[in-house]
């Protein structure tokens, strides 16, 4: 099985500030990875496909990059409702896993 | 509008069965592929099983091979999950989730709430 293996599993931060998030995979997944963003109570959204593709609908300032086997979300300008868990996961092949989570924490 | 809706979760006892539907609207629902990923408390996603548009290719992950079941009505628009010999472990909420390409999930639902307890 890939392994995801995701940093920092938490973050402090305070609106306006940039946050990065990261994904390593055990071995080369090439591009196959998104990124989502899950709240309480809600059905998780997808931010990020093909790991460099914002998904329609989704703000300018999540930003992914990477290929191969490392990875990032970035947060440009963190604004109040981005407050949530981030996940990545890979889709090169089953069984699909997924990142351990970033949860994003007002400072 | 699309919308994606899970049911038939609730507390089971250990080795019991429940079979979750999934209720898809506002996409062409047989021109893509499913998935089921799940929570547990206080856990991280765990991706559970594919079906791919057709139904013909299916893939589960190890622990619960044998044991759960995937399918899927194209002409019903909706997606099942029979799920036997429920074990402590399966307690999580259950999200349906589909995409046109491998690529990400696109639509979720809001997931169902399985408990496995004695």
């Known amino acids: 099985d890939i392994q995801m293996t995701q940093s920092p599993s938490s973050v402090s931060a305070s609106v306006g500030d940039r946050v990065i998030i990261t994904c390593r995979a055990s071995q080369s997944i090439t591009s196959w990875l998104a990124w989502y963003q899950l709240k309480p109570g809600r059905a998780p959204k997808l931010l990020i496909h093909a790991a460099i593709n914002l998904q329609s609908g989704v703000p300018s300032r999540f930003r992914g990059s990477g290929s191969g086997t490392d990875f990032t979300l970035t947060i440009s300008s963190l604004q109040p409702e981005d407050f949530a868990t981030y996940f990545c996961q890979q889709s090169s092949s089953f069984p699909w896993t997924f990142g351990q989570g970033t949860k994003v924490e007002i400072k | 509008q699309v919308q994606m809706v899970e049911s038939g979760g609730g507390l089971v006892k250990p080795g019991g069965s429940l079979r979750l539907s999934c209720a898809a609207s506002?996409?062409?629902?047989?021109?893509?592929?499913m998935s089921w990923i799940r929570r547990a408390p206080g856990k991280g996603l765990e991706w559970v099983s594919y079906i791919g548009s057709s139904g013909r290719n299916i893939y589960y992950r190890d622990s619960v091979k044998g044991r759960f079941t995937i399918s899927r009505d194209n002409a019903k628009n909706s997606l099942y999950l029979q799920m036997n010999s429920l074990r402590v472990e399966d307690t999580a909420v259950y999200y349906c989730?589909?995409?046109?390409?491998?690529?990400?999930?696109?639509?979720w639902g809001q997931g169902t709430l399985v408990t496995v307890s004695s």
């Open positions: 506002g996409f062409t629902f047989s021109d893509y592929y």
């Open positions: 989730a589909s995409a046109r390409t491998a690529a990400g999930l696109r639509y």
